[in-house]
């Protein structure tokens, strides 16, 4: 049996090579660790005592589950005892402020999707780690081209982590008889022609044109301008559509749409949108919002939604070309101008 590269061995060669290595490879560790527990309480569910019952609402108005509540509880206690400024969660209102003299700051998701749990459906913890600069707020409002590391965890039939790490991605899976990540794929890239596409298509009639000529196009298939057959998945789980992409190739499309709430997009900047545009853009992939690429934007608030449309390079691009030349403003009318306007116009 082929014997394989522990998490540990890896970030120990990792750690000699970038700058604040040790405390990046400390900060990783400690969130891996609490990864392991955290699968166990997820696959135990209801016999350990997760109910899966509203247990109220976090600072961005989104309802918490007690198993929310149980991982940013797990997350936050295994970072505190690494070398972290502050830490971020998306059930937390502003930064916890740790150790202010410590060289790292930590935006975290601690459990993404927790709804697709009473389904069964794979879900994950995000995270995104930055140096500390001047003060900690003004460290999470730089740009997502700041981010040092980033990466997921996914529960679902394998526990795997996604580690996007001195510009490479590789992927482990969790051994459940030593408790440890073993590095099944290093420096993974995203394939450039997969012809598959992700988005909630039940929200057509509230998207903006140019999102919408693109599905288009992808949908009219053979017989439109691409001249070939496209498939649609949609798995509505992030940390599984971004596995997915790294795995299969293709874009997922969570755009901005008309509806109340969903203007500026849904997705959070700094925990869900700035580490997964990390993945990508290290694994040759791109995100965007489709106007401007994520890892440029900085956040103006702790939990600043946008739109975000990641995978190949190629597909974002064809986004993004649509989105040229038109107004940026919401028109859900059919007007003509969408209706022609493409990739070959």
Same mark, same amino acid.
């Given at each position: 049996?082929?014997?394989?590269? &522990?998490?540990?061995?890896?970030?120990?060669?990792? !750690?000699?090579?970038?700058?604040?290595?040790?405390?990046?490879?400390?900060?990783?560790? !400690?969130?891996?660790?609490? $990864?392991?527990?955290?699968?166990?309480?997820?696959?135990?569910?209801?016999?350990?005592?997760? #109910? =899966?019952?509203?247990?109220?609402?976090?600072?961005?108005?989104?309802?918490?589950?007690?198993?929310?509540?149980?991982?940013?509880?797990?997350?936050?206690?295994?970072?505190?005892? *690494?070398?972290?400024?502050?830490?971020?969660?998306?059930?937390?209102?502003?930064?916890?402020?740790?150790?202010?003299?410590?060289?790292? *700051?930590? $935006?975290?998701?601690?459990?993404? =999707?927790?709804?697709?749990?009473?389904?069964?459906?794979?879900?994950?913890?995000?995270?995104?780690?930055?140096?500390?600069?001047? @003060?900690?707020?003004? &460290?999470?409002?730089?740009?997502? &081209?700041?981010? *040092?590391?980033?990466? /997921?965890?996914?529960?679902?039939?394998? &526990?795997?982590?996604?580690?996007?790490?001195?510009?490479?991605?590789?992927? /482990?899976?969790?051994? =459940?008889?030593?408790?440890? /990540?073993?590095?099944?794929?290093?420096?993974?890239?995203? $394939?450039?022609? #997969?012809?598959?596409?992700?988005?909630?298509?039940?929200?057509?009639?509230? %998207?903006?044109?140019?999102?919408? !000529?693109?599905?288009?196009? *992808?949908?009219?298939?053979?017989?439109?301008?691409?001249?070939? @057959?496209?498939?649609?998945? %949609?798995?509505?789980?992030?940390?599984?559509?971004?596995?997915?992409?790294?795995?299969?190739? =293709?874009?997922?499309?969570?755009?901005?749409?008309?509806?109340?709430?969903?203007?500026?997009?849904?997705?959070?900047?700094?925990?869900?949108?700035?580490?997964?545009?990390?993945?990508?853009?290290?694994?040759?992939?791109?995100?965007?919002?489709?106007?401007?690429?994520?890892?440029?934007?900085?956040?103006?608030?702790?939990?600043?939604?946008?739109?975000?449309?990641?995978?190949?390079?190629? !597909?974002?691009?064809?986004?993004?070309?649509?989105?040229?030349g038109v107004e940026p403003m919401f028109d859900n009318s059919n007007a003509p101008l969408f209706a022609?306007?493409?990739? /070959?116009?």
């Open positions: 049996m082929e014997e394989r590269m &522990t998490l540990r061995s890896h970030l120990d060669r990792s !750690a000699s090579q970038a700058p604040q290595g040790p405390a990046i490879a400390a900060v990783i560790a !400690a969130i891996a660790a609490a $990864a392991i527990d955290l699968s166990a309480v997820i696959a135990d569910g209801p016999l350990g005592g997760i #109910t =899966g019952k509203n247990s109220g609402v976090n600072p961005d108005g989104d309802q918490q589950k007690d198993i929310d509540l149980a991982a940013d509880a797990m997350m936050r206690r295994a970072l505190r005892a *690494c070398p972290v400024a502050a830490v971020l969660s998306e059930e937390l209102a502003v930064p916890e402020l740790l150790d202010t003299k410590a060289p790292l *700051c930590v $935006a975290i998701d601690p459990l993404d =999707g927790s709804a697709n749990l009473a389904n069964n459906i794979s879900v994950g913890t995000i995270f995104s780690i930055r140096p500390h600069g001047n @003060d900690v707020l003004s &460290t999470f409002f730089e740009p997502g &081209t700041a981010q *040092c590391a980033a990466g /997921f965890v996914i529960y679902g039939p394998q &526990t795997m982590l996604v580690l996007a790490l001195d510009g490479s991605v590789d992927v /482990f899976i969790l051994d =459940g008889q030593v408790h440890e /990540f073993l590095l099944i794929k290093q420096g993974a890239r995203i $394939a450039s022609d #997969t012809l598959e596409f992700a988005i909630n298509a039940s929200n057509r009639r509230h %998207w903006y044109g140019p999102v919408r !000529a693109y599905i288009d196009e *992808c949908l009219a298939g053979a017989d439109g301008n691409h001249g070939a @057959d496209f498939n649609m998945r %949609w798995i509505g789980s992030l940390v599984a559509e971004s596995l997915r992409i790294l795995v299969r190739g =293709g874009v997922f499309l969570y755009p901005a749409d008309a509806r109340p709430g969903y203007r500026e997009g849904r997705l959070r900047l700094l925990y869900e949108a700035h580490p997964m545009a990390l993945v990508m853009e290290w694994a040759g992939g791109a995100a965007t919002t489709g106007r401007r690429r994520i890892l440029e934007l900085s956040a103006k608030s702790p939990h600043q939604r946008v739109p975000l449309i990641m995978g190949s390079a190629r !597909a974002v691009r064809d986004v993004v070309a649509i989105h040229e022609r306007r493409g990739l /070959f116009l």
